[in-house]
């Protein structure tokens, strides 16, 4: 009598295997197609797909410029900021034991005691102790996390986070830290809290990781997403529909999470105090421990893998896109303008393919069958949709006023409009998620 009680169990736990699968499936937008039957039989259901997030530090390359500012060669000692007294800080790049080079910043922490990258000290003060530190990936990526730079000295009385979004050529700060903002950048200080929806992408001068020295517990500055974030999807993140629904139609709010590189400029190190000491100037530095910045390859939309090959992360284009960033329809595959997946509607978002060149002339945009134009907007030889004032996208399928940051008719319409029963599930598996992956985070804070 056991057998089928065996296989009732079996049963029940391939259901409950199949489910969890599922889950996450239509959750995380982690896949780009399957089969489905319909009456013409097997074929592909396409959604919008991307890959997950991860530890993007795995696939930088990392420069710090002026290229000998790194510690130890000469050999060099350091002495504490808090003690002058307190010389016993090594530094010799000949001596692996001793020495501190950038690789420090990216490795496995968690070792006690802990490794990372130094600078050579401030012995030309008063001329400005400068380090710029840039983080290279040659690929776009959509940052998903808070990126914490962990300092193993005291954190730096004035630094600028810049990011480019096209690989090095332009840079625009992301952020400016100081101990005096206005003193430093004649800004007004500010917290990420001062920011509502509407001034979200302002850059801001923050001094809230700047100020106070308190040797051991304030090692770390912060830029915030995850608190950006929540301007659109909540406190918790609980109504992630709203962000990506905002992601969606405004290209501003995910440019400004997207980068290629990201550069730290050390402008002047902790001083302790409002005297720097000439007479002991090896007391100054920076030491930086950890950077983490967690993102996912940008990929439209259009892929939910991403491989590292070759030294450079590539988007594994599916919907008969290709490119790194699956940014263009594959060769014979031009049978309408390319265009991103959109995450709406949710849960599995649209997956806007190319379609094959057969299918009508190389530019068909719309029609009066398959491709109508929506909302009133009208077919011009098949070439594109004139849209009514009031919307707009390649079929006219956007109110126009979604495409402003905050949305249309308020601050929470974007949410209201978003947030029906069906959701309440998904945003339950990406705040579980976001708790994980907080958990993971905060004991080095603690
Ligand atoms: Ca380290």
Request: proline letters at 6%; one cysteine or more.
């Amino acid at each position: 009598m056991r057998f089928p009680l065996v296989l009732t169990l079996q049963a029940l736990w391939a259901s409950v295997c199949q489910t969890m699968q599922h889950y996450p499936a239509w959750g995380h937008y982690d896949v780009c197609k399957s089969q489905v039957y319909t009456d013409e039989g097997l074929t592909w259901d396409y959604m919008a797909c991307q890959p997950e997030a991860m530890d993007m530090t795995k696939y930088l390359k990392v420069t710090v410029d002026p290229p000998n500012i790194t510690c130890g060669d000469p050999p060099e000692t350091y002495c504490a900021l808090e003690n002058p007294y307190m010389c016993n800080n090594e530094c010799d790049a000949e001596n692996e034991d001793l020495a501190h080079p950038p690789e420090l910043m990216f490795d496995f922490e968690g070792r006690n005691p802990t490794t990372f990258w130094q600078s050579s000290s401030w012995k030309k003060y008063p001329k400005a102790l400068l380090v710029n530190i840039t983080l290279s990936w040659s690929k776009t990526i959509e940052l998903t996390d808070d990126i914490v730079v962990t300092f193993e000295s005291g954190r730096p009385e004035q630094m600028v986070l810049e990011k480019s979004l096209d690989y090095g050529k332009t840079w625009q700060p992301y952020q400016f830290y100081a101990t005096d903002c206005l003193d430093a950048f004649t800004m007004d200080a500010k917290t990420v809290q001062d920011l509502t929806q509407h001034t979200l992408l302002d850059i801001i001068c923050t001094e809230e990781y700047s100020r106070g020295y308190v040797w051991k517990y304030d090692k770390t500055v912060r830029f915030e997403i995850k608190d950006r974030f929540a301007l659109f999807a909540g406190p918790r993140l609980h109504n992630m529909a709203s962000l990506y629904g905002q992601l969606d139609t405004t290209k501003n709010l995910r440019d400004f999470f997207t980068i290629t590189d990201l550069r730290v400029r050390l402008l002047r190190p902790a001083t302790g105090a409002t005297m720097v000491d000439e007479n002991n100037l090896s007391r100054y530095f920076y030491a930086i421990s950890d950077i983490k910045v967690q993102g996912r390859c940008k990929c439209n939309l259009h892929a939910n893998s991403c491989v590292f090959d070759k030294e450079t992360l590539n988007c594994e284009c599916e919907h008969n896109t290709t490119g790194p960033d699956c940014g263009r329809c594959k060769r014979n595959y031009q049978g309408r303008t390319w265009s991103a997946g959109s995450y709406l509607p949710i849960p599995k978002g649209t997956a806007n393919t190319c379609i094959p060149n057969s299918i009508g002339p190389v530019t068909r945009v719309c029609d009066n069958e398959l491709l109508r134009c929506q909302n009133g907007g009208v077919c011009l030889n098949n070439l594109r949709c004139q849209c009514t004032a009031a919307f707009t996208g390649l079929l006219c399928e956007k109110p126009r006023c979604e495409s402003e940051l905050g949305g249309c008719g308020g601050p929470d319409s974007g949410q209201a409009a978003l947030s029906s029963t069906p959701l309440s599930t998904l945003l339950l598996l990406l705040l579980g998620s976001t708790l994980l992956r907080e958990a993971s985070y905060r004991p080095t804070l603690l």
